[in-house]
């Protein structure tokens, strides 16, 4: 089959060369035949070598490769990519962990399928697509879905209303490509969570902080423990189970604490020590007089592009300054950062400067990062955005 083809400026296939799976607009000499988003082109360097077959779109990412072998992607290719994420998790043991029900099975390029995610919630699969040739392809991808899951997968959610590009012409709805479940339970570690994916944020759910959670909750006993940015109280559902004596959870959202509380309610009942606050995150740690031993911050991204990297930056380090005042001492913050922009290096010198300001002694128990079914390509480092960073605070 004839494509249409990118040729590269002279140098610019370096990357590829060393399997980076996008092409950036500004390394594209000429192209040949017609180009339209979502098409697949053939990728070459100057004398017309082979580099790479990818998905078309127009803006900084030009091309975001799916092999860098000649291929003829029909169903069979794409039924072993996503078969391959899927023994991926297995081996892993999160499919069939006993008490875990709810994992990301496709990460984008970690699983050689750039601009896709797939994230499953108990027999329920959330698609966001984030390239229209992925989008294209929704139909097949449910088909083989269908197929892997059999009788497990009782509903497919595509939930890509917001996260395709902007320049797609295909004004994209949130809809149900099989199967109808609004909302549902999964459980995590034993722990169980209300999940709303059609309403709540992202997919429905934070699924890339699980083993944060269950290691922060470990270090709760006898704790009295803020979880800010909580969002639908994970962070808190972990430390009452690690046995925190008082949990306080605060987010702008007035529905999101409901969920958080309704989350409680369902693991500990309604006496659990448990309080959900609506409130702004910054405002909160800057007038509240209750002393924490334990202070979660897990913000929203701060930065999404470079052009607001300083501004991110600073917010970090304004946020965790005033935790280091507010928290006893003796106490400890667990500090997370998802935005992919900060590097892991730039975020660990924003907290050194709120820790130097606030005039606290900090040490490192344990940097954190995102988990297994998060994978991230050794060729692709830009797919490694959750960093955190647990502090003992004297």
Request: glycine fraction near 10%; charge should be positive.
């Amino acid at each position: 089959m004839s494509r249409s083809k990118i040729i590269l400026k002279s140098g610019k296939d370096q990357s590829l060369r060393r399997y980076h799976p996008w092409v950036f607009s500004g390394a594209i000499k000429k192209t040949y035949g017609p180009l339209t988003e979502g098409d697949l082109v053939d990728v070459e360097d100057n004398k017309g070598n082979f580099l790479g077959t990818g998905h078309y779109q127009p803006g900084s990412i030009a091309v975001r490769i799916i092999s860098f072998e000649p291929v003829e992607p029909d169903e069979a290719f794409w039924r072993n990519r996503l078969e391959q994420a899927r023994a991926l998790r297995q081996t892993s043991g999160l499919a069939d962990a006993p008490d875990i029900n709810v994992y990301r099975l496709v990460y984008g390029e970690g699983d050689l399928l750039p601009g896709l995610i797939i994230d499953y919630y108990n027999g329920m699969a959330v698609m966001q697509f984030h390239s229209a040739g992925m989008y294209r392809l929704r139909e097949t991808l449910v088909s083989i879905l269908k197929d892997i899951y059999g009788d497990k997968l009782t509903g497919i959610y595509d939930k890509s209303e917001n996260t395709l590009p902007f320049k797609a012409d295909i004004e994209p709805k949130n809809g149900w490509l099989y199967g109808e479940a609004k909302e549902g339970e999964v459980t995590e570690y034993g722990n169980r969570f209300l999940v709303n994916w059609v309403q709540g944020q992202k997919t429905g759910f934070f699924i890339d902080q699980r083993e944060n959670r269950r290691l922060v909750g470990g270090l709760a006993r006898d704790k009295k423990v803020l979880n800010l940015f909580g969002y639908t109280g994970g962070f808190s559902v972990y430390a009452l189970r690690g046995a925190a004596t008082q949990v306080h959870t605060v987010d702008s959202s007035g529905h999101a604490i409901r969920l958080s509380r309704a989350n409680v309610e369902l693991n500990f009942g309604k006496e659990a020590p448990h309080k959900g606050i609506v409130s702004d995150a910054f405002k909160y740690l800057e007038t509240t007089e209750t002393e924490y031993d334990l202070i979660i911050l897990d913000p929203p991204a701060f930065a999404k592009h470079n052009k607001v990297l300083h501004n991110a930056l600073q917010g970090y380090k304004r946020l965790n300054e005033i935790a280091f005042r507010k928290i006893r001492p003796g106490g400890i913050i667990a500090t997370f950062s998802c935005s992919q922009v900060v590097s892991r290096e730039k975020f660990r010198q924003s907290i050194f400067v709120a820790a130097a300001n606030a005039g606290r002694s900090v040490r490192i128990l344990y940097q954190l990062t995102q988990p297994v079914d998060h994978p991230v390509s050794l060729f692709h480092p830009e797919g490694e955005y959750l960093k955190g960073l647990v502090l003992k605070v004297d």
